[in-house]
């Protein structure tokens, strides 16, 4: 079965740094991207980064360029996702995502989450 678990996450002040994990199983981990999504309280879930299988390309949200990493480790079937300056607005839960063929649905695909990890920024 897949499986995503995240974890990491916690209450840091706003400027401050904060790394969130997400272990992967059930699925063949270096073959497929991984995303980043957050969603806080009322509001959609939104795309925060994602990396390519070999973690060559990785784009990111406007709103966290320059202050968010995500990175991978093959080896370990882990993606992680680097904070630093924070700001209260990025306060979520964070998910991790990978999409993977619908056993139900050929030609389809769709999208595996973890559990969420919640991020507070706050002073």
Known sequence: QVQLVESGGGLVQPGGSLS???AA???TF???AMSWYRQAPGKERELVASISRLGA???YADSVK???TISRDNAKNTVA???N???PEDTAVYYCNVNLPDRNLSGRQRAY???GTQVTVSS
Request: aromatic content about 12%.
């Open 20 to 22: 969130v994990s997400c």
């Open 113 to 115: 989450w973890g559990q």
């Open 66 to 68: 320059g202050r968010f």
């Open 85 to 87: 300056s924070l700001k």
């Open 25 to 27: 199983s059930g699925f």
């Open 81 to 83: 996702l680097e904070m």
């Open 30 to 32: 270096s073959t497929n």
């Open 57 to 59: 390309t990785r784009n």
